[in-house]
């Protein structure tokens, strides 16, 4: 990137060092990403929201959250705004082993072992594109049913990628949600995103956890999201497991009205197939 493009100059009026090279980064589905090289090595991360109603400081306040309250290792937010962020860059590939499995079981065993007192967080958040209301809520099947199945269900009739008889068999399982799930002892806190691309390992330990999603909520919604699209295999659920059991029942049934939220969140960014696994899962369900 030409050293006169505005960008070297943004950087440098919010962190109070100018980039030595910009340069176009793969990945990140809010805003563009760039890779910026420092003159004494430092290799930073800098988002663009070129938007018109630009929401990266969305993900700034996520990070910030996890950096503080976690042990995730996630980059560290150097300045944050609507149209702007900047973070360390962290290392790796999202390729992993055996060993790299267990260690993501380990971290979010532990993330999920951080509670709080009701379901949602202190702000709505993105998953993704999408809005995602968090509002402070002590029944978590209502707040599932409502926040998430309901919300991304209008939100895909709204964009055209889905019809409403599709929405209506959505509700129709939202009406008899209690029959279903229940609520945890404890809300968790959950990454919200968890797949291989938001993920960085360097042999065999994980490096970087990105583009988090996060909120209160039953872990089993995180466990579901990883199952749906196989993102990890044996060595991740044995450890996992051995951290913190998972309740019987849940391949059986919960983890299919959990899947339902990835979904549609996917029919709502994608459309297509998606669509049709939508309607296949409720079909499983009964509805």
Same mark, same amino acid.
């Given at each position: 990137?030409?050293?006169?493009?505005?960008?070297?100059?943004?950087?440098?009026?919010?962190?109070?060092?100018?980039?030595?090279?910009?340069?176009?980064?793969?990945? #990140?589905?809010?805003?563009?990403?760039? #890779?910026?090289?420092?003159?004494?090595?430092?290799?930073?991360?800098?988002?663009?929201?070129?938007?018109?109603?630009?929401?990266?400081?969305?993900?700034?306040?996520?990070?910030?959250?996890?950096?503080?309250?976690?042990?995730?290792?996630?980059?560290?937010?150097?300045?944050?705004?609507?149209?702007?962020?900047?973070?360390?860059?962290?290392?790796?590939?999202?390729?992993?082993?055996?060993?790299?499995?267990?260690?993501?079981?380990?971290?979010?065993?532990?993330?999920?072992?951080?509670?709080?007192?009701?379901?949602?967080?202190?702000?709505?958040?993105?998953?993704?594109?999408?809005?995602?209301?968090?509002?402070?809520?002590?029944?978590?099947?209502?707040?599932?049913?409502?926040?998430?199945?309901?919300?991304?269900?209008?939100?895909?009739?709204?964009?055209?990628?889905?019809?409403?008889?599709?929405?209506?068999?959505?509700?129709?399982?939202?009406?008899?949600?209690?029959?279903?799930?229940?609520?945890?002892?404890?809300?968790?806190?959950?990454?919200?995103?968890?797949?291989?691309?938001?993920?960085?390992?360097?042999?065999?330990?994980?490096? +970087?956890?990105?583009?988090?999603?996060?909120?209160?909520?039953?872990?089993?919604?995180?466990?579901?999201?990883?199952?749906?699209?196989?993102?990890?295999?044996?060595?991740?659920?044995?450890?996992?497991?051995?951290?913190?059991?998972?309740?019987? #029942?849940?391949?059986?049934?919960?983890?299919?009205?959990?899947?339902?939220?990835?979904?549609?969140?996917?029919?709502?960014?994608? +459309?297509?197939?998606?669509?049709?696994?939508?309607?296949?899962?409720?079909?499983?369900?009964?509805?």
């Amino acid at each position: 990137m030409d050293k006169h493009n505005p960008l070297f100059d943004s950087v440098e009026i919010a962190i109070g060092r100018r980039p030595a090279r910009i340069a176009p980064l793969h990945g #990140g589905m809010v805003g563009e990403v760039y #890779g910026a090289a420092m003159p004494d090595g430092e290799r930073l991360v800098v988002k663009v929201d070129r938007r018109d109603e630009p929401q990266l400081a969305k993900e700034g306040l996520m990070l910030r959250y996890l950096y503080a309250k976690s042990e995730l290792p996630v980059p560290e937010v150097l300045h944050c705004e609507d149209v702007l962020l900047i973070m360390t860059f962290l290392p790796g590939e999202s390729r992993f082993n055996d060993a790299s499995e267990k260690h993501i079981a380990e971290l979010l065993a532990e993330l999920h072992g951080i509670h709080a007192p009701a379901y949602g967080f202190e702000a709505d958040t993105l998953i993704g594109l999408l809005p995602q209301p968090n509002p402070w809520t002590e029944d978590w099947p209502a707040f599932f049913a409502e926040h998430r199945l309901i919300c991304l269900g209008e939100i895909g009739v709204q964009m055209g990628r889905m019809d409403r008889a599709l929405l209506r068999r959505v509700e129709a399982l939202c009406d008899r949600i209690h029959d279903f799930i229940d609520s945890p002892v404890k809300p968790s806190l959950v990454h919200g995103d968890i797949w291989g691309s938001n993920l960085l390992a360097v042999n065999g330990r994980i490096t +970087g956890v990105l583009d988090p999603a996060i909120y209160y909520a039953h872990p089993e919604v995180e466990l579901a999201y990883i199952n749906l699209f196989h993102s990890f295999g044996e060595p991740f659920w044995q450890r996992y497991h051995e951290l913190r059991p998972i309740e019987p #029942g849940f391949f059986e049934q919960r983890t299919h009205v959990y899947q339902i939220f990835p979904l549609l969140s996917h029919v709502c960014h994608f +459309g297509g197939h998606y669509v049709q696994s939508t309607e296949d899962t409720l079909a499983l369900l009964g509805f």
